[in-house]
């Protein structure tokens, strides 16, 4: 670790409380922290995974790689530097180590603005959308503003989440991560719960019964599952598409890296934003998203984001998370 006095638990805790701010797909919260004398390591909970909509693991590593990211910024607010990540050290996903001597990341004080929006954005000013161009990173992002365009990814991701929803197995796996009632065990702990997916009251009285998966089923042999999950209309209502691409052979893990501080940029800027996972996720769609945007053939489609201005009291609460004291491994 550093040089001098050992972080105390107290201190080890604070830093994964700011830590576990960083995105996971579905929010299941797979990264975990065990603290050794030379550093801390990065963990993955076994039994956080999509078996279903992520069979290679790749998005469970892009957010493992987010994880490390928000520790590598959490440090740096107390002054630690950090060296690059040691990657498999032992059963660890991978070693983090931090001397004295850092300055705190400039993308810290994001961290606890950063949330998902995933309603309908307010009028986004093209000033805005200007400042978040100059923000990013040119050779990682592309940014999409055409109205046609817009709307036409928007269909292609409504058809996209269609095609998932032809096998059952994705959506029970989607169900075990939805809390659509205060009731849920688990509502303000992990996963998705209605605030976060801005559902309205009747989609919250309605959707314990639609959305479970035998009344989903229905709907959906009925051919009505797709008013029950289309987000056509949000989609629709961003100011501005940013395309997350990866050169080709590049680590899941660097990759969530850097998707963790590309989202921290949007926030900076003022802006919200959404994944529309679905568009890179599904093979039809990522080859029409790279066919349209003539993405490099030496990187590949990582995400999809919508990204907009979100009611000027975003975000109201943010996403639920796990106590820190589940995520801090004891030491043996």
Same mark, same amino acid.
């Given at each position: 670790?550093?040089?001098?006095?050992?972080?105390?638990?107290?201190?080890?805790?604070?830093?994964?409380?700011?830590?576990?701010?960083?995105?996971?797909?579905?929010?299941?919260?797979?990264?975990?922290?065990?603290?050794?004398?030379?550093?801390?390591?990065?963990?993955?909970?076994?039994?956080?995974?999509?078996?279903?909509?992520?069979?290679?693991?790749?998005?469970?590593?892009?957010?493992?790689?987010?994880?490390?990211?928000?520790?590598?910024?959490?440090?740096?607010?107390?002054?630690?530097?950090?060296?690059?990540?040691?990657?498999?050290?032992?059963?660890?996903?991978?070693?983090?180590?931090?001397?004295?001597?850092?300055?705190?990341?400039?993308?810290?004080?994001?961290?606890?603005?950063?949330?998902?929006?995933?309603?309908?954005?307010?009028?986004?000013?093209?000033?805005?959308?200007?400042?978040?161009?100059?923000?990013?990173?040119?050779?990682?992002?592309?940014?999409?503003?055409?109205?046609?365009?817009?709307?036409?990814?928007?269909?292609?991701?409504?058809?996209?989440?269609?095609?998932?929803?032809?096998?059952?197995?994705?959506?029970?796996?989607?169900? @075990?991560?939805?809390?659509?009632?205060? &009731?849920? /065990? *688990?509502?303000?702990?992990?996963? $998705?719960? +209605?605030?976060? !997916?801005? #559902?309205?009251?009747?989609?919250?009285?309605?959707?314990?019964?639609?959305?479970?998966?035998?009344?989903?089923?229905?709907?959906?042999?009925?051919?009505?599952?797709?008013?029950?999950?289309?987000?056509?209309?949000?989609?629709?209502?961003?100011?501005?598409?940013?395309?997350?691409?990866?050169?080709?052979?590049?680590?899941?893990?660097?990759?969530?890296?850097?998707?963790?501080?590309?989202?921290?940029?949007?926030?900076?800027?003022?802006?919200?934003?959404?994944?529309?996972?679905?568009?890179?996720?599904?093979?039809?769609?990522?080859?029409?998203?790279?066919?349209?945007?003539?993405?490099?053939?030496?990187?590949?489609?990582?995400?999809?984001? @919508?990204?907009?201005?979100?009611?000027? &009291?975003? /975000? *109201?609460?943010?996403?639920?998370? $796990?106590? +820190?004291?589940? !995520?801090? #491994?004891?030491?043996?």
């Amino acid at each position: 670790m550093s040089p001098g006095a050992p972080l105390s638990r107290a201190d080890l805790l604070a830093l994964v409380k700011d830590a576990r701010r960083a995105p996971s797909v579905h929010n299941i919260q797979p990264a975990r922290w065990a603290a050794e004398a030379s550093g801390l390591t990065l963990l993955a909970d076994p039994a956080r995974t999509l078996p279903i909509a992520d069979p290679s693991g790749h998005d469970v590593r892009v957010s493992l790689g987010a994880a490390w990211e928000g520790m590598a910024i959490a440090l740096s607010r107390l002054g630690f530097e950090v060296a690059a990540p040691e990657m498999g050290a032992g059963q660890g996903v991978a070693k983090l180590r931090f001397s004295r001597g850092g300055t705190a990341d400039p993308l810290a004080e994001q961290v606890q603005r950063r949330a998902t929006f995933r309603g309908v954005f307010r009028p986004t000013p093209a000033a805005a959308l200007d400042a978040l161009e100059t923000r990013l990173e040119a050779s990682e992002i592309v940014v999409v503003r055409n109205r046609n365009d817009i709307r036409d990814c928007a269909k292609l991701a409504d058809d996209a989440t269609d095609e998932f929803l032809l096998d059952p197995r994705y959506w029970r796996e989607t169900w @075990r991560w939805l809390r659509l009632s205060h &009731a849920h /065990p *688990a509502w303000n702990r992990d996963g $998705l719960n +209605a605030d976060a !997916l801005a #559902l309205s009251g009747i989609e919250r009285a309605l959707g314990g019964v639609l959305m479970a998966p035998a009344g989903f089923e229905l709907m959906r042999r009925l051919g009505l599952a797709r008013a029950l999950v289309s987000e056509r209309a949000k989609t629709e209502s961003a100011g501005a598409l940013l395309l997350f691409t990866a050169p080709l052979n590049e680590d899941s893990f660097q990759t969530g890296r850097a998707f963790y501080r590309r989202w921290l940029e949007v926030t900076a800027a003022g802006l919200g934003l959404c994944p529309m996972s679905v568009l890179a996720d599904l093979p039809r769609a990522n080859e029409a998203i790279r066919a349209r945007f003539a993405l490099p053939e030496a990187r590949r489609l990582v995400n999809v984001l @919508r990204v907009g201005a979100p009611p000027s &009291a975003f /975000p *109201a609460r943010l996403t639920p998370r $796990l106590p +820190a004291e589940e !995520l801090l #491994l004891a030491a043996d």
